[in-house]
């Protein structure tokens, strides 16, 4: 037998839709995430990053809340955008380390969110985390790549986790 038959043998002998998902599963809504921080950017962010993790990755087709097989919430509950996490420090002229030397080389974006998956037509849930930290670094001045960096870290959590499931 060929790897992709084998594959296929595999697939087929599990039932796996949607990318590890139970049988049945083959269509999803994204809800807005609720948004407890202060930045509103956020919310179509983290969508936009879970919809590409469930319907991409996962390999669900998108469908209205009424008529999905599965259901995707969650809440954005912090964001932490500037936390320096590496420095470099000079001495001053006496040669003591000098607090106004301190340079911060690189920072971290942090963002804490509850993501659910749940299939509606079983109503259960197949997949849940509370408290998800995703963290992106990045240069001083390019926050968007630490938070480029965080969405694509919750994107392969949310992918890993429902797969891990089945």
Known sequence: ISLSASALLVAA??????????????????????????????TQQVNLAVR????????????????ADAVVKGTITRYEPDLPVAFTGGANVSGQQSQNNVDVTR?????????????????????????????????????????????ERLTV??????QSQW
Request: charged share 25%.
């Open 52 to 67: 590409e993790a469930v319907e991409s990755r996962l390999g669900l087709r998108a469908a209205a809340e009424s008529q």
């Open 107 to 151: 920072r971290l974006v942090q963002l804490s969110v509850n993501v659910e998956i749940r299939d509606q037509k079983n109503d259960r849930v197949l997949w849940q985390r509370q408290g998800l930290i995703l963290e992106g670094d990045y240069a001083p001045g390019a926050e968007t790549d630490g938070r480029r960096k965080g969405l």
């Open 13 to 42: 002998c599990y039932g796996f839709a949607g990318g590890g998902l139970p049988p049945g599963v083959s269509t999803v809504a994204v809800l807005p995430f609720d948004n407890l921080t202060a930045e509103p950017a956020l």
């Open 157 to 162: 959590n949310i992918v890993e986790g429902a």
